[in-house]
């Protein structure tokens, strides 16, 4: 059975920095490409960012182009996701997402993160 | 890489059918055959119900069919059911290995 399980989320004051990790289980984590997926009750679900198999190949949404970074350890089935300079606005739900054929394949439960006005 | 466009809601009685819209542009839904339907039900994860306009992942009910047509997509839930009340959003590869969602619509049983 697929497991994604996020861990990190937070409250965070304006400006600052955290640090996302998923640990995944019950398959062949390096066979895959992985997304990292925001949710907000106002804007509704956003794709933040993807990352290849071997991980050579990194790609953001624009609005967090420069101050997210994501990155994975296949030797740990781990993703990670470094948000710097945090905004009101990147207040969400953070979801770990399993990529195939162009579609969200497996989603975690979810890790919340909060930055207040 | 803006969101797609759907209806904020829509419903039927047990047993008919509801069909969301999902429309796009030339630079996602209309540009690439790679649209996906998800299925969220509150306090719960997003569910895949369609890949690729129209394939079913495995353990998803027939009842669940996609399509498209230039660049609107659209989710049919047949013989709708209780458990069928949910969001649904769609989302669709758009180019240079980025994606984008839809809105999201509500779905109810009446």
């Known amino acids: 059975e697929v497991q994604l399980v996020e861990s990190g989320g937070g409250l965070v004051q304006p400006g600052g920095s955290l640090r996302l990790s998923c640990a995944a289980s019950g398959f062949n984590f390096g066979d895959y490409w992985m997304n990292w997926v925001r949710q907000t009750p106002l804007k509704g679900l956003e794709w933040v960012a993807n990352i290849k198999q071997d991980g050579s190949e990194k790609y953001y949404v624009d609005s967090v182009e420069g101050r997210f970074a994501i990155s994975r350890d296949n030797a740990k089935n781990s993703l990670y996701l470094q948000m710097n300079s945090l905004r009101v606005e990147d207040t969400a739900v953070y979801y770990c997402v399993r990529g195939k054929s162009a579609a969200c394949e497996s989603w975690g439960q979810g890790t919340l993160v909060t930055v207040p006005s | 890489q803006s969101a797609l466009t759907q209806p904020p809601s829509a419903s039927g009685s047990p047993g008919q059918s509801v069909t969301i819209s999902c429309t796009g542009t030339?630079?996602?839904?209309?540009?690439?055959?790679?649209v996906s339907w998800y299925q969220q039900h509150p306090g719960k994860a997003p569910k895949l119900m369609i890949y690729?306009?129209?394939k079913r992942p495995s353990g998803v009910p027939d009842r669940f069919s996609g399509s498209k047509s230039g660049n609107t997509a659209s989710l049919t839930v047949s013989g709708l059911q209780a458990e069928d009340e949910a969001d649904y959003y769609c989302?669709?590869?758009?180019?240079?290995?980025?994606?984008?969602f839809g809105v999201g619509t509500k779905v109810t049983v009446l």
């Open positions: 030339n630079s996602d839904v209309g540009g690439y055959n790679y």
């Open positions: 690729e306009v129209s």
């Open positions: 989302g669709s590869y758009a180019g240079s290995n980025s994606f984008v």
